[in-house]
T-cell receptor, first 113, second 113 residues
Framework: QKEVEQDPGPLSVPEGAIVSLNCTYS??????FMWYRQYSRKGPELLMY????GNKEDGRFTAQVDKSSKYISLFIRDSQPSDSATYLC?????????????FGKGTMLLVSP | NAGVMQNPRHLVRRRGQEARLRCSPM?????VYWYRQLPEEGLKFMVY????????ESGMPKERFSAEFPKEGPSILRIQQVVRGDSAAYFC???????????FGQGTRLTVV
């Protein structure tokens, strides 16, 4: 079982739709959870950063973490064509005072006008 | 405030040559991470460095790969005697704290011919 599982998609939605992106994980030591957006041939751009369980909202984006189910989600409201990209979930545990990221493979999102 | 700067953006090397990839972290960041992204695969952690110290190199191949982050100047990822399998996008990230959010550069795309 991979440490982080993420459906590769593509996920195609019309403009204005609510998008739900998800990851599951197996390592209960993960405490920090992130979502990155990556456009083609660009570097990952940090969208959301959360610690432990709960919700966090930033503009059109909402991140949810359910540690009991080992499941994290990213919701995008009022999706725009400019949201078309690959979305990567990432997480880390703190070992010996530092953390490094374990990534999902990414979900490709296509938002059509 | 400049983000994480990587250069070169594209690098072509013949088999057996050396590749040097450079990374300047964001201002005020003293933690540097290198990741590799292969086609159809997610980002994989390679090495974590602080100034003049390698903290964790568990994801870096034992042979031909080395990394440094000197007191002055950028972090360097060095690949000796490159092979075709080294062709990938190499990303550098930096963070302000050990458990802080990591911000990525635009990557260096290495092609070995």
């Amino acid at each position: 079982q991979k440490e982080v599982e993420q459906d590769p998609g593509p996920l195609s939605v019309p403009e204005g739709a609510i998008v739900s992106l998800n990851c599951t994980y197996s390592n209960s030591a993960f405490q920090y959870f992130m979502w990155y957006r990556q456009y083609s041939r660009k570097g990952p751009e940090l969208l959301m950063y959360t610690y432990s369980s709960g919700n966090k909202e930033d503009g059109r984006f909402t991140a949810q973490v359910d540690k009991s189910s080992k499941y994290i989600s990213l919701f995008i409201r009022d999706s725009q064509p400019s949201d078309s990209a690959t979305y990567l979930c990432a997480m880390s545990a703190v070992n010996s005072g530092y953390s490094t990221l374990t990534f999902g493979k990414g979900t490709m999102l296509l938002v059509s006008p | 405030n400049a983000g994480v700067m990587q250069n070169p953006r594209h690098l072509v090397r013949r088999r057996g040559q050396e590749a040097r990839l450079r990374c300047s972290p964001m201002k005020g960041h003293s933690h540097v991470y290198w990741y590799r992204q292969l086609p159809e695969e997610g980002l994989k952690f390679m090495v974590y460095l602080q100034k003049e110290n390698i903290i964790d190199e568990s994801g870096m191949p034992k042979e031909r790969f080395s990394a440094e982050f000197p007191k002055e100047g950028p972090s360097i990822l060095r690949i000796q005697q490159v092979v075709r399998g080294d062709s990938a996008a190499y990303f550098c990230a930096s963070s302000q704290a050990e458990t802080g959010a990591a911000f990525f550069g635009q990557g260096t795309r290495l092609t070995v011919v």
